[in-house]
């Protein structure tokens, strides 16, 4: 009797609640949230645009979730991309990575972080933060060896 009570007081317990959506129009650059949020190719304004944009791809292509971050600094994480299930990560999002995009969705809060469901992309600004000016390429072995002569 006494192993079954846990296992009672766990059946009754409600379910956690889930987090209700807001729907929001939000303009931000698509971002490798791994090297946006961990610091491992540097600061935050080092690793956006067209400075990151190599990383971005390969981080992406290997499953990397994007993020999506607006001119306030505040950092979406992309659940799903315009409808498709398989967008979280992955190489589907190839064609947008450093891209300023502006997107229609629902966002959910919890816990501080901003998750976004991104039903529709209304505008593709392409890459407009040129921050190899600023930083160089990140990482630097990213430039061939030729190109870099």
């Known amino acids: 009797m006494r192993r079954a ?6 059946l009754a317990a409600p379910p956690a ?3 209700e959506g807001e729907r929001i129009q939000v303009t931000g650059e698509v971002i490798d949230t791994w090297c946006y949020f961990s610091g491992v190719m540097g600061s ?9 944009h190599t990383c971005a791809l390969w981080c992406s292509a290997g499953g990397i979730p ?3 971050l ?20 992955g190489d589907t999002n190839l064609h947008i990575a450093s891209h300023t ?4 969705g629902m966002v959910y809060r919890r816990d501080g972080l901003n998750y976004l469901v991104v039903e529709t992309i209304t505008a593709d600004r392409d890459i407009v933060n040129a921050t190899h000016e600023d930083f160089g390429v990140i990482p ?10």
Do not use: N, R, W
């Not at 009570?5 to 766990?10: D, F, G, N």
């Not at 607006?70 to 990560?89: F, H, I, N, Q, R």
């Not at 630097?140 to 002569?149: V, Y």
């Open 101 to 104: 995009i502006e997107a229609d």
């Open 66 to 68: 994007v993020g999506l």
């Open 44 to 52: 935050p304004d080092a690793v956006v645009g067209s400075a990151h």
């Open 140 to 149: 630097g072995f990213a430039i061939p060896e030729e190109a870099a002569q």
């Open 17 to 19: 609640l889930a987090a």
């Open 70 to 89: 607006a001119p306030d600094g505040t950092v979406y994480m992309v659940l799903k991309m315009d409808g498709s299930d398989e967008t979280a990560g």
């Open 5 to 10: 009570i846990p296992l009672i007081l766990a």
